[in-house]
């Protein structure tokens, strides 16, 4: 059985940093991919990032590229989300999830797995 486990969350300043973690468990994840998703209060959830847990590539949305930043070791089987500069409109709960297929994907309806959330709070 899989599971995702996110930790990490909290309320932090803005221009502040918080690193997100997501504990994989169940079955190996090579040549797969792992996404971070986050849903603010009223709206729906959108993508963040993503890696492919097979040689780290790593995708991005464009409102944080420059300032977050995905990673993964393998050695822990978990995931994780740095996240930098932080403003108030990061302001979400944020989700791991993984995607048991080869081709990225961008769509929360296309990823199989996913963690209970934690909440990001970024005050001005």
């Known amino acids: 059985q899989v599971q995702l486990v996110e930790s990490g969350g909290g309320l932090v300043q803005a221009g502040g940093s918080l690193r997100l973690s997501c504990a994989a468990s169940?079955?190996?994840?090579?040549?797969?991919?792992m996404g971070w998703f986050r849903q603010a209060p009223g709206k729906e959830r959108e993508f963040v990032a993503a890696i492919r847990w097979s040689g780290g590539t790593t995708y991005y949305a464009d409102s944080v590229k420059g300032r977050f930043t995905i990673s993964r070791d393998n050695t822990k089987n978990t995931v994780y989300l740095q996240m930098n500069s932080l403003k108030p409109e990061d302001t979400a709960v944020y989700y791991c999830a993984a995607r048991i297929r080869h081709a990225l994907a961008m769509s929360p309806r296309e990823y199989e797995y996913w963690g209970q959330g934690t909440q990001v709070t970024v005050s001005s």
């Open positions: 169940g079955r190996t994840f090579s040549g797969y991919f």
